[in-house]
């Protein structure tokens, strides 16, 4: 059985651009969760969606935004890059809320 | 809001040594999970504790989690170089949404 698959796994952009990042959850999953983990740090909540629809968010600005599709894939969005979001981002998924999240091997996103 | 603190931030043991990690929740926790993340990689899953007092074993790992519900530990026992990560810990209450710790870096010196 496939993991949570992300990709990009690697990239670079600069300041002001935007990114989308995508994520495959494990077959069977419905639960996507978004997590950013800058240099040094613990993981930081940013998104959670559950059978399509964004079921809880984090401290973060307007432009960290995301979406699940109908075959429970996700894509997560930031816009106006800014230096400190070079981190690592993960994605996680679940069978059903509340139950063990399985994570990703995570997008590095490098803000130049 | 709910916050999850991690402690110690950092540990260095001789390897053949004994580590322990802490995690405290400001809130009574339904469950509470625990991760290990090598270097460069990501979290992986280790273990989920779910009642209260709940002490559960894998090798030379024991997790625990307190009566109350609010704080759970990992002890690692004669520390190995394969030890090396961070340690999480990821407690869930009422929101389904779970609260990371901000990890223990344990590096482990031969």
């Known amino acids: 059985e496939a993991g949570v698959t992300q990709s990009p796994t690697h990239l670079i952009k600069t300041r002001g651009q935007q990114v989308t990042l995508r994520c495959s959850p494990i077959s069977g999953h419905t639960s996507v969760y978004w997590y950013q983990q800058a240099l040094g740090l613990g993981l930081q909540f940013l998104l959670w969606?559950?059978?399509?629809?964004?079921?809880n968010r984090g401290n973060f600005p307007p432009r960290f935004s995301g979406r699940q599709f109908p075959n429970y894939s996700s894509e997560l969005n930031v816009n106006a890059l800014e230096l400190e979001d070079s981190a690592l981002y993960l994605c996680a998924s679940s069978r059903q809320t509340g139950n063990t999240i399985y994570f990703g091997e995570g997008s590095w996103l490098t803000v130049v | 809001g709910q916050q999850v603190m991690q402690i110690p931030q950092y540990q260095h043991v001789q390897e053949g040594e004994d580590f322990t990690t802490y995690c405290n929740s400001s809130t009574t926790l339904s469950n509470i999970q625990w991760y290990k993340q090598r270097p460069g990689g990501h979290p992986v899953f280790l273990i989920q504790l779910v009642k209260s007092g709940e002490v559960k074993k894998q090798k030379r790992l024991t997790f625990q989690f307190g009566e109350a519900k609010k704080n759970s530990s990992l002890h690692i026992t004669a520390t190995q170089t394969t030890d090396v990560g961070t340690y999480f810990c990821a407690g869930r209450s009422g929101t389904y949404k779970y609260i990371f710790g901000t990890g223990t870096r344990l590096k482990v010196l031969a």
């Open positions: 969606y559950d059978e399509g629809e964004e079921r």
